[in-house]
């Protein structure tokens, strides 16, 4: 059973879906909640694997096909580096996002950061470019992860 959290995340999934005009099946719905229940991200072929468990019937492209549904209503969202797939961390409208990749602990944190996206945008426009999309990957190491003294110090506290 999902916890009360994961429940709630697909209830808002659910409606958002509604609101775009698209349906959150009951196998997108399956996809979406294991890649809530996941700690870390996951790639397609570890979902294909964890989805067996439940539909013996499941191949690559089911998997693929419910994957590229959540990623276009942004619900997940594909870590291009890892080649795994996280939830979305945000309000689900974004079409910018930044992601902290820590390659000693494999965790992602999503950032929304619109002054990285404005001047990204800027920058882009000043060459003459329109960017239909900026996935920011950096990677690094987390809070957790860095040695104390290589941390920089907190902005903004
Ligand atoms: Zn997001
Ligand atoms: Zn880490």
């Known amino acids: 059973m999902p916890g009360p959290?994961?429940?709630?995340?697909?209830?808002?999934?659910?409606?958002?879906c509604t609101k775009n005009g698209t349906?959150?099946?009951t196998l997108r719905r399956v996809v979406l909640d294991l890649?809530?229940?996941s700690t870390a991200p996951l790639t397609a072929y570890q979902l294909l694997d964890q989805l067996k468990s439940t539909r013996k019937s499941a191949v690559p492209p089911t998997i693929y096909r419910a994957l590229d549904f959540l990623i276009e209503n942004h619900?997940?969202?594909?870590?291009?580096?890892?080649?795994?797939?996280?939830?979305?961390?945000?309000?689900?409208e974004h079409a910018d996002a930044q992601f902290l990749i820590c390659?000693?602990?494999?965790t992602v944190t999503e950032l929304e950061d619109h002054g990285?996206?404005?001047?990204?945008?800027?920058?882009?426009?000043?060459r003459g470019f329109t960017p239909s999309r900026a996935m920011v990957e950096l990677d690094g190491l987390c809070a957790t992860c860095a040695p104390p003294d290589t941390a920089p110090p907190p902005a903004h506290r």
């Open 35 to 37: 890649v809530l229940r």
């Open 5 to 16: 959290d994961i429940a709630a995340q697909l209830d808002a999934a659910e409606r958002l």
């Open 116 to 126: 990285v996206s404005d001047a990204l945008a800027a920058a882009a426009a000043a």
């Open 103 to 106: 390659h000693q602990c494999g």
């Open 75 to 92: 619900l997940v969202h594909r870590i291009e580096r890892l080649n795994a797939f996280i939830p979305c961390d945000a309000d689900h």
């Open 23 to 25: 349906q959150l099946t």
